[in-house]
């Protein structure tokens, strides 16, 4: 998850995005951006998603991410982009 968080960082500040901004591209309220990015808060779907629709660029970035987190978990598989696990 840290290199989805460091690169949606890299789009905001290329972009000149505000926290608020970048939450509303994204389809989150700011203080839920902010709680992300402190860990403070896990992404959910909401996010993820949000994040994938505003820059599906991403797609590989959010999957690995999910990988890895279900990995540390072990409660199920992700697929990855061509289906295969």
Do not use: H, W
Not at 42 to 48: D, E
């Amino acid at each position: 998850m840290d290199e989805l968080l460091r690169r949606l960082r890299e789009k905001q500040e290329n972009e000149n995005l505000t926290l608020q901004e970048m939450a509303q591209r994204i389809g989150v309220t700011a203080a839920c951006l902010c709680m992300i990015y402190r860990r403070q808060r896990s992404p959910g779907r909401k996010f993820l998603s949000g994040v994938l629709v505003a820059y599906p660029d991403l797609r590989e970035c959010i999957l690995r991410a999910l990988r890895a987190d279900v990995d540390k978990n072990g409660s199920q598989r992700i697929p990855t982009v061509d289906g295969e696990y």
